[in-house]
């Protein structure tokens, strides 16, 4: 209802609109008559002195016979009609002056807030003349920069409290994107922005909020390690820092977060590699060291905030060192974290590396985090205690590992997936793993890859339908045969799903066709993503129902017998002729309609008696 035509009314353009146009339906005489009663309205409201005072600007624009009309072209095909009001007394004119003024002061800074965003405003936003303007003379938002600082001195308690982040957000998309045309002492102006917003992540009296500009100023951490590399070992301590603070900004992001983003958008991996991996190694060996001296300050405080500056001088006294120089790695350090400090590391490390270390962690970690991520969620607590944003951590793990499985040479993939495979039952933990292989594939399209995890996957779906009692096992079986129900509406085909492949519903109809979910898997999927594949499709449903004459209707998917019926209307539409000549055909599609009459179907009656 928020987007209804009328949200976009209010009394003053109501007013006026029946002023110019009347109303439509009356005729003329009406319409005069209507008019006639708004200007009493108006002049009653008018000739009120409290009314007068408190409302006289608005009665003044919404009285059409105070208003002054001036055109102008708007584009090509439309002119712009503008009322200014005729007779405003001075105290009108004096609190409209005033009120402009506190508008614009409010908006000053508004298009540099817009541009200088380049995180979540900058999604689907149309750029303003401004804005380009900003994009042709970056040295222009620099100064605004350099203007509204010099404001937030003086008026701090004056100005809207987001004003006070655009310098952040502003300076960092400077050094970002326009380095090159700032100078020396530029360049070090918004340097000194960035590390003064970064570091009230390490006060005590920070309040974390979003769009604060902290997640920009450290995305634009690796562009000062690239132009001042004398310090870098500086701003790798503080990456590693804030990665250990997984503090969540509501649903949008952990602080860590900000780190694991920057390092991959900047491109780290590729451009500086020992920076990444000093960064990785450093948070490895650091986070055991934190957690401990956490929980020796909690003992006696209960669950009261541990302060950031004492934590920070604990690390001082044990001399922690994170020189780049001395960044060792030792692969056995990975025992020593949980499950939440390995997806911080998982997520760290490029999906689609070749590294050979970076091999070794991930089977390191997988032994650990398969049989932990899968274990069902109802007894996950009772096995391992804590389970704390245990759901949002398994889908980021699923998800990320989807993307790296997905990017390994098909000779590797046994050993990455095996922990996995192993670890699977039917749980909804289960259903979760594969539909996040199935995202993963739709996005990056790595056919050969997916395939072979997808036969790799096969013999364990059939064991788990051996015994079919599991409460997700028809989820898991509907994502596995990629009946997957975020598929668009109106989706024919997909990239990956090729004739090649056909054999996954060859195989499963015959293997498993006693469980009620691949029916319904295969006839989602040829009103979907398999529409192409009629006539094998007519052979899978075929051999379903032939070898499973006892599935009972109570038994079937939801929607089964829907797309069934839609399925071999449009067939048997087609191929009417074609069915009634080939007695092999024929053989196939009556006993599918017999099957759907047995189960109520009427279409599959009328179907059945048009190609007797």
């Known amino acids: 209802t928020c987007e209804d035509k009328h949200r976009n009314s209010n009394l003053e353009s109501l007013f006026l609109n029946y002023q110019l146009f009347g109303v439509k339906g009356f005729n003329e005489e009406q319409n005069t008559e209507y008019i006639g009663k708004l200007y009493d309205i108006i002049d009653q409201y008018k000739s009120n002195t409290s009314t007068s005072k408190s409302f006289g600007i608005l009665l003044a624009r919404m009285d059409r016979r105070n208003l002054i009309p001036k055109v102008s072209q708007h584009d090509d095909n439309h002119l712009r009609i503008e009322f200014t009001p005729k007779e405003l007394s001075d105290e009108h004119k004096k609190e409209s002056e005033e009120a402009l003024n506190q ?10 807030r817009m541009w200088a965003d380049f995180l979540i405003g900058a999604r689907n936003q149309t750029k303003s003349a401004k804005q380009e303007e900003y994009d042709n003379n970056p040295l222009l938002a620099l100064s605004e920069t350099k203007e509204l600082v010099n404001e937030l001195k003086t008026r701090q308690n004056e100005i809207d409290i987001l004003d006070s982040y655009i310098p952040a957000f502003s300076c960092s998309k400077l050094l970002l994107e326009h380095k090159d045309k700032l100078s020396k002492e530029d360049k070090k102006y918004c340097k000194e922005i960035v590390l003064a917003t970064v570091s009230q992540l390490f006060t005590d009296n920070y309040n974390y909020q979003i769009s604060d500009g902290v997640e920009a100023s450290i995305h634009a951490i690796p562009a000062l390690i690239n132009e001042y590399p004398e310090e870098t070992e500086d701003y790798v301590s503080k990456m590693i820092l804030i990665l250990l603070d997984e503090t969540p900004i509501g649903q949008y992001k952990r602080v860590c977060d900000y780190v694991i983003e920057s ?23 650091i986070k055991p060291i934190y957690k401990q001296i956490v929980t ?19 690390f001082e006294k044990r001399s922690i060192d994170l020189a780049l120089e001395n960044s060792s790695f030792d692969i056995n350090d990975i025992t020593l974290l949980d499950i939440h400090d390995l997806e911080i590391v998982l997520q760290l490390i490029p999906s689609n590396t070749k590294s050979q270390l970076h091999l070794e962690i991930y089977a ?43 990017n390994r040479e098909e000779k590797d993939i046994d050993i990455f997936l095996k922990p996995f495979v192993d670890s699977l039952t039917a749980t909804q933990e289960t259903a979760l793993f594969i539909a996040e292989l199935v995202n993963a594939e739709d996005h990056i399209s790595k056919n050969k890859q997916f395939w072979y995890i997808w036969n790799y996957l096969y013999p364990k779906i059939q064991e788990l339908c051996i015994t079919p009692h599991g409460y997700y096992l028809e989820e898991i079986i509907i994502n596995y045969f990629l009946a997957c129900a975020w598929w668009r509406e109106g989706i024919e085909d997909w990239h990956s799903l090729k004739e090649g492949n056909l054999s996954l519903y060859a195989n499963a109809s015959k293997d498993i066709g006693n469980i009620p979910a691949v029916l319904y898997s295969v006839v989602k999927v040829l009103n979907s993503i398999g529409t ?22 109570d038994d079937l998917e939801s929607n089964t017998l829907y797309y ?40 599959g009656y009328l179907l059945r008696e048009s190609i007797l």
């Open 364 to 406: 390191k970690s997988l032994s650990i985090l398969a049989p932990k991520l899968l274990k069902d969620r109802r007894s996950y607590k009772e096995i391992y205690g804590d389970d704390s944003h245990i759901f949002s951590l398994r889908l980021h793990i699923f998800r990320k590992f989807a993307h790296f499985i997905l």
């Open 296 to 314: 020796e300050k909690r003992k006696g405080i209960n669950w009261k905030r541990i302060s950031n500056k004492s934590i920070l001088e604990e």
């Open 103 to 112: 508008y614009q002061e409010l908006l000053k800074y508004s298009s540099l």
């Open 263 to 285: 390092v991959h958008k900047s491109r780290l991996w590729e451009l500086n590699s020992n920076v990444a991996q000093a960064i990785l190694f450093g948070y490895v060996k």
């Open 564 to 603: 069934l019926e839609k399925f071999l209307r449009k067939f048997v539409f087609i191929n009417r002729q074609k069915i009634k000549e080939e007695i092999r055909l024929k053989n196939k599609i009556i006993p599918i309609l017999d099957f759907m009459i047995e189960r109520g179907s009427m279409h």
């Open 532 to 553: 192409n594949f009629k006539d094998e499709g007519i052979d899978w449903i075929h051999a379903i129902v032939s070898n499973n004459k006892l599935l009972h209707h």
